[in-house]
T-cell receptor
Framework: AQRVTQPEKLLSVFKGAPVELKCNYS??????LFWYVQYSRQRLQLLLR??SRESIKGFTADLNKGETSFHLKKPFAQEEDSAMYYC??????????FGKGNQVVVIP | NAGVTQTPKFQVLKTGQSMTLQCAQD?????MSWYRQDPGMGLRLIHY???????DQGEVPNGYNVSRSTTEDFPLRLLSAAPSQTSVYFC????????????FGNGTRLTVT
């Protein structure tokens, strides 16, 4: 079975500082990895998927198969980045397994 | 398009009561799923469906039933509610391709007393 680990529950950063959210996974197949974000009082929404290799709202994430990681990074945090972030892995049956999430608080 | 619609938004049940959480999507997605979100636990998969007439168990299926009689609807039934089922429930849907992202509903906050 697949597993997704997000080690830090709460991350506080100052506005303008870099943000890195760690995500490690274990899965025997070829992973499909995603980052989802949940802003206050809003539904979960897709932030990034590894296959797209794009930058969304200044965030990037690189899949490192050797380290089985998919860390999320942003060079300069903004106040509107305060949210809950979930790393997720989709298996061959299309089931999405989530990590426990990171609460990010950006301090003005 | 309304996307994924969940009803009700809030519900309070007494232990032993039954209820159905409704989920509907208008995107013609093959895949639908139910998650529960608990503090410190992330989102855990309850049940999922890869198409009408097909359902399967996720990580935490006990105490819940589902059915998928149409592509659009995927209700979640609690047959005999327990306090451990107090949670926020999210329905989500996607296309069948592996790299397709999930589209989530707004969630149902359930309290069982």
């Amino acid at each position: 079975a697949q597993r997704v680990t997000q080690p830090e529950k709460l991350l506080s950063v100052f506005k303008g500082a870099p943000v890195e959210l760690k995500c490690n996974y274990s899965y025997s197949g070829s992973p499909e990895l995603f980052w989802y974000v949940q802003y206050s009082r809003q539904r979960l929404q897709l932030l990034l998927r590894h296959i797209s290799r794009e930058s969304i709202k200044g965030f990037t994430a690189d899949l490192n198969k050797g380290e089985t990681s998919f860390h999320l990074k942003k060079p300069f945090a903004q106040e509107e980045d305060s949210a809950m972030y979930y790393c997720a892995l989709k298996d061959g049956n299309n089931r999405l397994a989530f990590g426990k999430g990171n609460q990010v608080v950006v301090i003005p | 398009n309304a996307g994924v619609t969940q009803t009700p938004k809030f519900q309070v049940l007494k232990t032993g009561q039954s209820m159905t959480l409704q989920c509907a999507q208008d995107m013609n997605h093959e895949y639908m799923s139910w998650y529960r979100q608990d503090p410190g636990m992330g989102l855990r998969l309850i049940h999922y469906s890869v198409g009408a007439g097909i359902t399967d168990q996720g990580e935490v299926p006990n105490g819940y039933n589902v059915s998928r009689s149409t592509t659009e609807d995927f209700p979640l039934r609690l047959l005999s509610a327990a306090p451990s089922q107090t949670s926020v429930y999210f329905c989500a849907s996607s296309w069948g391709q592996l790299n397709s992202p999930l589209h989530f509903g707004n969630g149902t906050r359930l309290t069982v007393t």
